[in-house]
């Protein structure tokens, strides 16, 4: 009965701190502590519990990954990679219906490559790609929708922060993961592109288009004639820059795929070669240390918060509540496929109000096991997972890159609400991979299979 009152408390509590403000992570270590000493009644034992807890996790060598890919692409941002990374896209479809709107997503997916986090892909899309698109003539509903649902791809194709956290919580393999999120991370960059595509066809005022003519003899539409992204001149080549950050990334996942460097070591050569790009393209050491200096002020609460997750979740193993949830979930009598429905509705639903890392953090301890007992492959239930916290973050009415995008334009006279609306497309472009991996796992498998 008592153990029951700290299960509760492990729950309820913490829903209770996040949802009045306080830090993902002081709720977590906060209330772990608490359940530990309620169940114990030792104040040494609990102190001993927290320190060795946190030792262990520190000094993972693998967590080194997460500093090393984020100043990499802290790094290859802050040269100017993003906005060569459009220009390289616009050239190259530049005749294409919706060109813009197509290069957002494929610039997303090769920026995804760099930086791995979807707010950072949003902001920088919404300052890039938006002023173009305005002056080409886009809808602001068409075109913002589309920049937030594109930074989706900057959480699935790897380096992907949410992966290197799923598999710190769950004790997989940091490269397994990379390789798993490449195809499904392809096939969801397609499915945009395709729906983009189709749009400007169907509704070409949506892309600042004419409609386009029917009749033999008519003039030949502007999209096939114009040179130009946006009525100008085409931006300049982007240089060699491009090159070698899409060599440089296509390099650290061969490596980590053929096993020549661990995801942690990739890590390092990924940083010392981005730090070199980016002394190349006349980054100022005073940026390069503004890079270092800002990686440092996100990973130290994020490193923070993983090190309460895992108190968070040793305190739900002794209290017996990850068994009891595992238990529950088995034995309820729904099948495998309502679990696996539930757990995407809850992760949609948490998506609206909290971060990605927390939800990961809160809900994967429980789940993971749940899943595996089930019997889904823990890599493809992973890449599931992931899409399916991407997408609550497009979910209104708090998904976290509608506001994003709303606050990169703030003059712009479009509400958050039409954002979302203009994003719903991507959302149902999302769910449908989600769909795809359950039921066929191997898209998310086979690439990690074929590596070993």
């Known amino acids: 009965m008592f153990e029951f009152f700290e299960m509760t408390l492990l729950i309820v509590?913490?829903?209770?701190?996040?949802?009045?403000?306080?830090?993902?992570?002081?709720?977590?270590?906060?209330?772990?502590?608490?359940?530990?000493?309620?169940?114990?009644?030792?104040?040494?034992v609990v102190a001993t519990f927290v320190a060795i807890s946190a030792f262990e996790v520190i000094r993972e060598y693998v967590l080194a990954v997460i500093p090393l890919f984020?100043?990499?692409?802290?790094?290859?941002?802050?040269?100017?990679?993003?906005?060569?990374?459009?220009?390289?896209?616009?050239?190259?479809?530049?005749?294409?219906?919706?060109q813009l709107a197509?290069?957002?997503?494929?610039?997303?997916?090769?920026?995804?490559?760099?930086?791995?986090?979807?707010?950072?892909?949003?902001?920088?899309f919404s300052r890039i790609a938006w002023p173009e698109m305005k002056a080409k003539g886009y809808d602001a509903r068409f075109g913002l929708g589309c920049i937030a649902g594109s930074a989706c791809l900057g959480m699935l194709i790897p380096p992907s922060v949410l992966m290197i956290v799923w598999a710190v919580v769950t004790e997989m393999s940091i490269g397994d993961l990379f390789l798993a999120g490449i195809v499904p991370g392809i096939i969801v960059t397609c499915l945009f592109c395709v729906y983009i595509w189709c749009a400007a066809r169907i509704s070409p005022a949506l892309v600042g288009e004419q409609p386009r003519p029917r009749s033999l003899g008519a003039a030949v539409p502007e999209w096939l004639t114009d040179d130009s992204p946006g009525g100008g001149e085409l931006p300049p080549a982007p240089g060699l820059s491009v090159l070698l950050v899409i060599g440089l990334m296509a390099g650290l996942l061969f490596g980590i795929w053929r096993g020549v460097f661990t995801p942690t070591e990739g890590g390092a050569v990924g940083a010392v070669l981005a730090l070199l790009v980016s002394k190349a393209r006349g980054l100022s050491p005073e940026g390069i240390l503004d890079g270092i200096l800002a990686v440092g002020r996100t990973c130290a609460p994020l490193l923070l918060l993983i090190v309460f997750a895992q108190i968070y979740t040793r305190a739900l193993s002794m209290t017996g509540m990850t068994g009891l949830f595992t238990a529950l979930f088995l034995e309820s009598g729904l099948g495998p496929w309502q679990v696996l429905a539930l757990m995407v509705a809850i992760w949609f639903a948490l998506g609206c109000i909290v971060?990605?890392?927390?939800?990961?953090?809160?809900?994967?301890?429980?789940?993971?096991?749940?899943?595996?007992?089930?019997?889904?492959?823990?890599?493809?239930?992973a890449i599931l997972g992931i899409i399916s916290i991407e997408t609550g973050l497009l979910t209104p009415p708090f998904g976290i890159l509608g506001y994003t995008v709303k606050l990169a334009q703030p003059d712009e006279p479009i509400s958050t609400g039409d954002i979302f609306l203009g994003a719903v497309p991507y959302w149902i472009c999302l769910l449908i991979v989600i769909v795809l991996i359950a039921l066929f796992p191997a898209v998310a498998t086979w690439l990690p299979n074929l590596g070993r």
């Open 102 to 124: 197509i290069t957002t997503v494929i610039a997303n997916a090769l920026f995804a490559f760099v930086t791995g986090v979807s707010i950072a892909a949003a902001a920088s």
């Open 70 to 98: 984020m100043l990499m692409g802290e790094l290859l941002a802050r040269c100017g990679a993003a906005r060569d990374v459009f220009a390289l896209a616009t050239r190259a479809l530049h005749r294409v219906p919706g």
């Open 13 to 44: 509590g913490l829903l209770v701190l996040v949802l009045a403000g306080i830090h993902v992570a002081v709720a977590l270590g906060s209330v772990a502590v608490l359940a530990m000493y309620l169940l114990h009644q030792d104040l040494p």
């Open 355 to 381: 971060d990605s890392i927390p939800i990961i953090v809160l809900t994967v301890p429980i789940f993971h096991p749940v899943a595996v007992g089930l019997g889904f492959d823990p890599v493809a239930f």
